[in-house]
């Protein structure tokens, strides 16, 4: 069974920086599509950032650009979200996912595995 474990959230004040984590488990790296998700309270869930393994092309929203930066390491099963100028809009509850093979990787329809989210806050 494919399991994603996120990590590395918590509470920071604006302006600080974050990064996150998600461990995959029971997947291998190869021909698969990695993301990193968010929930804002009150809104829809929306894409933050994703790649593709084998591609050094990442996909971005226009949120995260400038400020984000997602990698993926390969050997050590692990998708990274880097956060810098954390803004209070950032505050959310980040969810990593993943499927073998995809198109649009910033289309969360795409994702069949989803891993239970971390919780991040971004106090002003």
């Known amino acids: 069974q494919v399991q994603l474990q996120e990590s590395g959230g918590g509470s920071v004040q604006a302006g600080g920086s974050l990064r996150l984590s998600c461990v995959a488990s029971g997947v291998t790296m190869s021909s698969v599509c990695m993301g990193w998700f968010r929930q804002i309270p009150g809104k829809e869930r929306e894409a933050v950032a994703a790649i593709r393994t084998g591609s050094d092309s990442p996909f971005y929203a226009d949120s995260a650009k400038g400020r984000f930066t997602i990698a993926l390491s390969n050997t050590k099963n692990t998708l990274y979200l880097h956060m810098n100028g954390l803004k209070p809009e950032d505050t959310a509850i980040y969810y990593c996912?993943?499927?073998?093979?995809?198109?649009?990787?910033?289309?969360?329809?795409?994702?069949?595995?989803w891993g239970r989210g971390t919780q991040v806050t971004v106090s002003s």
């Open positions: 996912a993943a499927v073998r093979g995809c198109e649009r990787l910033l289309s969360q329809a795409e994702y069949t595995f």
